[in-house]
């Protein structure tokens, strides 16, 4: 079979893959200083950081199918499933990730792992009653391409430093700032650490929230690629998102967790995050967007996405 030409990691994709990393660096500076000002409290707080990122990056995708209860399978065990990854695969001149299946009335699906080679696509059993192969392979296809795009082992990355900023804050609160034992200078210099972390939080949280909401829109156009059937997709994701308001709140809070990786968040209608602070565009553009390649193939069947 031939391979459909993989058009490489999406540009729009790379340059905000880019500034992210550049603002966060700015910011990075900025912590380090005030971190060197705070002393051997807060070099603690950084290992331990590091230890836990560490953790995240190389078990992040095992921690993730064990907190959906998720079982990797065998060709024999879901044939259907691995017959359509193989062919998008052979397709796009990917390595088969491994197949696993989530036993839950939740429909959604996600990719995990740090590289190519070791990574996973989730699917849950939810999403398989309610898809059509067709709509099926859309969201596959713009998981592969969460893999294809090594964004997953990106946010991972990105995220450590909002993590370290989050702990100082808690480290600080929980440690009294300003507290006995402490003279005024020192309070004072832990006080402005604290204020430090906090803005660096909240402005790495923007920024990663922002990338991961553009890594949703380069996924779909990936998939859009690979399956030549833009339209499929965005019947999918209709039905996943129509879906949610009939899924007992107790599942999706026990899945808000995975929210950042799954296709669409599991949130019902009306209790979901401002577009400012979600992971996800709203499923209305992210349609619109599919809709419109699709108008484009149909108009001029060679056109390139």
């Not at 380069?218 to 949610?244: F, K, W």
């Not at 808000?256 to 968040?265: T, Y």
Request: with cysteine.
């Amino acid at each position: 079979m031939m391979a459909r030409r993989w058009y490489g990691r999406d540009r729009g994709l790379t340059t905000r893959i880019t500034l992210t990393y550049l603002g966060l660096g700015l910011l990075y500076v900025l912590f380090i200083s005030a971190l060197i000002a705070a002393g051997t409290g807060a070099v603690t707080v950084l290992a331990i950081a590091g230890i836990f990122a560490a953790i995240q990056l190389l078990f992040g995708d095992k921690l993730a199918l064990a907190s959906m209860g998720a079982k990797v399978t065998e060709p024999h065990e879901a044939p259907e499933l691995h017959a359509i990854i193989e062919r998008l695969c052979q397709l796009s001149d990917l390595p088969k990730p491994r197949v696993a299946v989530a036993e839950t009335e939740l429909p959604n699906a996600f990719a995990a792992g740090h590289n190519r080679r070791t990574a996973t696509v989730c699917v849950t059993t939810g999403l398989m009653e309610r898809l059509d192969p067709r709509e099926l392979e859309g969201v596959i296809a713009h998981e592969l391409a969460h893999i294809a795009n090594r964004d997953v082992v990106v946010m991972t990355i990105a995220g450590f430093l909002a993590t370290v900023a989050g702990l100082m804050v808690r480290f600080g609160v929980y440690s009294g700032m300003g507290g006995r034992g402490r003279d005024r200078n020192g309070a004072a210099v832990f006080l402005a650490v604290v204020v430090v972390s906090v803005i660096v939080y909240v402005v790495s949280f923007l920024l990663l929230r922002a990338l991961s909401r553009y890594r949703e829109f380069a996924a779909d156009r990936g998939a859009a690629i690979m399956t030549g059937a833009p339209a499929r997709l965005a019947s999918a994701l209709a039905t996943i998102s129509g879906t949610m308001d009939r899924i007992p709140t107790r599942d999706l809070r026990a899945a808000e967790g995975m929210n950042a990786f799954f296709i669409i968040p599991a949130v019902a209608k009306g209790f979901s995050l401002s577009s400012l602070v979600s992971t996800h565009p709203p499923v209305e553009k992210r349609i619109e967007r599919l809709m419109a390649m699709q108008a484009t193939l149909d108009a001029t069947p060679a056109a390139v996405l």
